[in-house]
Nanobody, 116 residues
Framework: QVQLVESGGGLVQPGGSLRLSCAAS????????MGWYRQAPGKERELVAA????????NFADSVKGRFTISRDNAKMTVYLQMNSLKPEDTAVYSC?????????WGQGTQVTVSS
């Protein structure tokens, strides 16, 4: 049974930082591209950041470039999203995704709220 479990969300003030984690089980983690997506109320889900299976390639949404970084530890089967200089518009449910072609898995998501 595949599980992706996110953690690290919460309430943070504008300008603050959070680090999200997504722990995977039930898959050969190192085979999968991992991504972080977010969905704000009334908006479509969008890709925030992704990292290739070996961790060599990354890409980011324009709105988070220079503020967010993505990394992975294949030995721990975990992907991370470091979020700095957070803005109110970053408020959303953040979900991780494991992608290997036709195989796609999703976590349940973790809420991030940026507010003073």
């Amino acid at each position: 049974q595949v599980q992706l479990v996110e953690s690290g969300g919460g309430l943070v003030q504008p300008g603050g930082s959070l680090r999200l984690s997504c722990a995977a089980s039930g898959i050969i983690f190192s085979f999968y591209t991992m991504g972080w997506y977010r969905q704000a109320p009334g908006k479509e889900r969008e890709l925030v950041a992704a990292i290739t299976s070996a961790g060599i390639g990354t890409n980011f949404a324009d709105s988070v470039k220079g503020r967010f970084t993505i990394s992975r530890d294949n030995a721990k089967m975990t992907v991370y999203l470091q979020m700095n200089s957070l803005k109110p518009e970053d408020t959303a449910v953040y979900s991780c995704n494991a992608n290997r072609g036709r195989e796609k898995y999703w976590g349940q998501g973790t809420q991030v709220t940026v507010s003073s």
